[in-house]
């Protein structure tokens, strides 16, 4: 099993999750995170990290959020690593609480 970043990122972009991660498989793109499923060892240390709750593990998705296994394990392929921390995008506040954000995700 593996973690997967879903729609709540979108636009938010918390980067608390990263650090904690032993093994690097976190990848950045211009307004989302992935995780590489191939990297990630299930550790569940990136979870309770994300404070919009962005993080579950691919066999529990939200319903409707199912779409994002394989979003992940696309843009991991192409995305760089994320290592540390950095500031949230801009107007994260605003896009916290919005739903069904796949449409804003930016390649």
């Known amino acids: 099993m ?3 970043v879903s729609d709540e ?3 938010c972009k918390y980067t608390d999750c990263v650090e904690v991660c032993p093994v690097d498989c976190f990848h950045e793109g211009p ?3 992935v995780i590489d499923p191939d990297e990630c060892i299930d550790c569940t240390l990136c979870e309770p990290e994300c404070p919009v709750e962005a993080i579950h593990p691919e066999d529990d998705m939200p319903a409707g959020q199912e779409a994002y296994i394989k979003i992940n394990a696309d843009l991991a392929k192409i995305w760089p ?3 540390e921390k950095k500031d949230p995008l801009p107007d994260h506040e605003e896009w916290a609480a919005v739903k069904d954000k796949l449409k804003y995700l930016e390649r």
């Open 2 to 4: 593996t973690f997967v």
């Open 9 to 11: 990122c979108v636009k």
């Open 31 to 33: 307004n989302f995170l």
């Open 81 to 83: 690593v994320i290592t």
